[in-house]
């Protein structure tokens, strides 16, 4: 897809990535997250995300949520171990609107405490909520399990203990130190020629004072694998398996990409799916996850089912990796696996907003962002060869630590 990047003085980059819609998006992307936060700021990049929405210097909390919501527009954030974003979708002409709002926002956000107190209360909330659905807990858990003493492994929300003496020192020192102009993309997706786009960026951000910088991230340390039961008041078992992976910048990303896609991917017809769920009937929920970032990944197994059902469940997938461990992927099979991922991201294509998102982070973190075409030849340049070392190293069960949440009775 044709794109064009514009990058002023102070560091902010503009991607413009013009599409023959009515429709248009946009995203700021902020490369901070939550894993930039010390121990007992446990959960304020998640707290700022949600701050920014409460009062500007010249906006309150409805004049916010109002300025796209009343020409129809839809705007939302979200908050990663790595990123900020806040994107919007909206009708062609209120281009300018939506760049302004996220200037607004981002850059001239007060943090009242009557607000902050509010907002407190709110997250706590959602704090107790998230934990009560185990199916999502376990995942934080096996992080923390997994990236011991590393700020990878804490909460996105933070803990009840450290969002209640967040203070508005701790949020103006946080976005000091990591909202750095040079790590920040805004982008734009729509019908708008590059000098329209170009005119209306540089208006709200040129004046941004210039804050750049690295980000002093420490890379975690290898931790040992870990086989826990958690007796926990729920009606069904849930089980993650997995370990640490490849970095976004490791050679064997796209071939792990590719075995997390054929294990259990978006499709029916993966082969955990047609193992646990279709032949044997143990779990109607299983899921494989990868998620590579700068300087580690993740890799996952999850399934529910019924108590009596764990041991055997996980007997089934420790089955399936030693096939795929002893028994390499051949020619004809790995062909088919690359036809069904290349075939399953072009759909992808067709969600716009998650499209112009990836886009904004992939230069964030590679500097430059790859076509459709680009994609395709990374896929097909995956080797029998590579999948097997890959394998070997992924699901090896002396790797792989497990955890389970089981219920108390």
Sequence with gaps: MEYNVHTLPNGIRLLHVPAASTIS????????????ENESQAGLAHFIEHMIFKRTEKRNTNQILNRLESVGADLNAYTTKEYTCIHASFLHPYLGRTLELFHDIVFHSTFPE?????????????????????EEAIYDDFEDMVFRDHSLGRNILGTTESVSRLSGKDIKDFISANYRTDQIVVAVL????????????????????????????????????????????????????????????????????????????????????????????????????????????????????DKEKVNKAISLIDKEFKKLRSNP??????????????????????????????????????????????????????TTAEMEQITAEILNEKNLSVLTFYPLT
């Design 25 to 36: 998006h946009a995203c700021i992307i902020v490369n901070s997250g939550s894993r930039d």
């Design 114 to 134: 009557d607000e902050m107190e509010k907002e407190r209360g709110v997250i706590l909330d959602e704090i107790a909520s998230y934990l009560d659905q185990p």
């Design 190 to 305: 729509g019908k708008y020629s590059l000098d329209k786009a170009v005119k209306i960026f540089t208006n709200y951000y040129e004046a941004v004072p210039a804050n750049k910088g690295s980000h002093n991230r420490i890379a975690p340390s290898a931790a040992p694998v870990i086989k826990r039961v958690d007796t926990k008041p729920i009606m069904q078992a849930h089980t993650v398996i997995g370990s640490t992976a490849y970095s976004l910048y490791h050679p064997f990303k796209t071939g792990l990409l590719l075995l997390n896609n054929l294990l259990c991917g978006n499709a029916m017809s993966s082969i955990l799916n047609l193992q646990l769920r279709e032949k044997h009937g143990i779990a109607y929920s299983i899921e494989s996850g990868y998620s590579p970032l700068s300087d580690t990944g993740i890799f996952t197994i999850y399934f529910g089912t």
């Design 329 to 382: 992927l051949t020619e004809i099979q790995l062909r088919k696996a690359k036809q069904k991922f290349i075939g399953q991201i072009a759909l992808g294509e067709e969600n716009r907003i998650g499209l112009i998102v990836s886009m904004a982070k992939s230069l964030i973190d590679y500097d430059k962002i790859d076509n459709l075409d680009t994609v395709f030849a990374k896929i097909e340049a995956v």
